[in-house]
């Protein structure tokens, strides 16, 4: 198989285990707060929930750092990884049956080793993919993959929300949750299964260069280092509010498991319906240009939280908001990583940006537990506002803080962009949007569904085979018509010939 073609296949069924994943995402990781919420947790608790596993995942990733120049696969590293994600599923599945005193505990423990698990393959799997999907085209793959991925996980968010409402009704919510669970614990085994029918390139890293020189190293990139200050400055201020979301939906709106799965789902459709659009912007006028501009807008989505209303629809259109400028901040983000780190030692690198991540958000989702925990008990006022809105207010202000502060010295430390036309921030953060996913609703619904099934419940090897004997036949059907049109063609001219000389 030529590499061209490895490449293709490589990136296939990269999106299929993504969709996989998506599925663990839609039935598991999305509905671990409302659970919580469930059993009785607190607002401090659902703090600690948020912050427990990202200061875990922060820490896992020294293990990585020992790791990467020590592992003689990582492909085998990233399949043993995560058969073990998709085991522990199974026992928060259980743990939605028992619902016993200490079950919080237990699931912030069991919630605690699944995102451990996940920081461990991370920095493996990027170095391993980055490696099959060419510089020129990453953005629209990319951008692609994330749009495929993001409507499985759509799919998933509202068929969990319509099978929790459902058991909600009849009563028996624990076992709507035990039921998604377990569905998580099968998206995830199908990761498995896609990850043991990939293929690696040569480990390609400095087996001699230790932790201390790789730090000293990457210290030594300007652009890479600015990126992670701005980035866990960033993760600090988002995770001050977001963990708090689901209470102030849930429990100060009155939201159904039904009304919340609906804000979910609009804001992961709108997300990766948008995903073509960032990722042409981004290979047309550079990573950092939407890095820009999508997190210029990202601190208005706790603004609108803020107003004093509770219809459903208002809040969708928060979420459309959100999954929209969260497109772009997270795709851009991603691959201005990727354009800022060496080949060699992308692994330690991306270790470097996330351990820096999760200590912003952990630091973040701490402070806001606490925060929340006392504003929802004390009677305090400021500019009309109380409880949970004074800490979304609190959010807007320091991500506004951070794109005027930390957000510059990136954008100058980085390759020069080029320039932008005129209103395009407007056009960018308005129009283009929206405009991309109009075509996409109405162009391009059969074929992405088309592909998810073909990644999802085909083999890849057989639909190469079965494409490749296709077109063989039509290659086979087309030079035999030819043939016969010669022939035909050699008789017709010996007649005109023959009658010619008569």
């Known amino acids: 198989m030529s590499t061209r073609k490895t490449q293709t296949a490589q990136q296939r069924l990269s999106v299929s285990e993504g969709n996989a994943s998506a599925l663990m995402q839609g039935f598991g990781t999305e509905f671990i707060s409302p659970f919580a919420l469930r059993l009785g947790a607190s607002a401090d608790q659902i703090g600690l929930l948020a912050a427990l596993p990202q200061l875990v995942h922060a820490l896992t990733q020294f293990l990585a750092l020992h790791l990467v120049a020590r592992v003689p696969s990582r492909l085998a590293l990233i399949r043993i990884v995560v058969l073990i994600q998709a085991i522990l599923w199974l026992p928060i599945a259980g743990l939605a049956l028992w ?46 993959r994330n749009k495929l991925n993001g409507f499985t996980a759509v799919a998933a968010i509202f068929a969990g929300g319509l099978i929790l409402s459902s058991f909600d009704t009849s009563g028996y919510a624990f076992v709507g949750f035990a039921v998604l669970f377990a569905g998580a614990s099968l998206g995830r085994f199908a990761s498995y299964y896609f990850f043991s029918r990939s293929k690696e390139l040569p480990l390609n890293v400095c087996l001699d260069l230790h932790a201390g020189d790789a730090w000293k190293h ?73 890095l820009n501009y999508s997190s210029l807008v990202i601190p208005l989505v706790p603004v609108m939280y803020m107003a004093p209303v509770s219809e459903l629809a208002y809040f969708a259109l928060v979420e459309i908001v959100s999954g929209i400028v969260w497109a772009g901040q997270k795709l851009s983000s991603f691959n201005l990583l990727i354009e800022n780190t060496p ?58 803080a951070c794109w005027l502060v930390l957000l510059p010295p990136v954008r100058g430390a980085l390759v020069r962009q080029p320039d932008a036309p005129r209103q395009f921030f407007f056009k960018a953060v308005t129009i283009l949007p929206f405009r991309s996913m109009y075509f996409v609703m109405q162009h391009d619904a059969l074929g992405t569904a088309e592909m998810i099934g073909k990644g999802l419940h085909k083999l890849g090897r057989k639909e190469d085979h079965w494409l490749h004997t296709l077109e063989e036949r039509e290659a086979h059907e087309v030079r035999r018509m030819v043939h016969v049109f010669r022939r035909h063609h050699r008789k017709l001219r010996r007649l005109l010939f023959e009658k010619r000389r008569h």
């Open 99 to 144: 619902t016993g005193a200490s079950a919080f505990w237990i699931l912030l423990l069991l919630d605690v080793l699944i995102t451990g698990a996940s920081a461990l393959v991370n920095p493996f799997w990027t170095s391993w993919l980055s490696e099959w999907v060419p510089a020129s085209g990453r953005g629209a793959f990319f951008g692609m």
């Open 218 to 290: 990457a210290h030594s990139q300007p652009g890479f280092w600015l990126l992670v200050r701005y980035s866990a400055a960033f993760s600090f201020a988002v995770t001050l509010a977001s963990p708090f979301f689901v209470i102030y939906l849930l429990n100060v709106k009155g939201f159904s498991y039904a009304a919340y799965a609906v804000t979910l789902t609009v804001a992961a459709l709108s997300s990766f319906l948008a995903m073509p659009y960032w990722g042409k912007l981004a290979d047309r006028y550079s990573n950092k240009l939407v």
């Open 343 to 400: 080949l060699t030692q992308r692994s330690r690198f991306v270790s470097y940006f996330n351990i820096a991540n999760g200590f912003g958000t952990f630091g973040g989702a701490l402070v806001g537990g606490t925060l929340a925990a006392y504003l929802l008990d004390a009677d305090l006022y400021f500019m009309g506002f109380t409880g949970l809105a004074l800490l979304f207010l609190l959010s807007a202000i320091l991500r506004v």
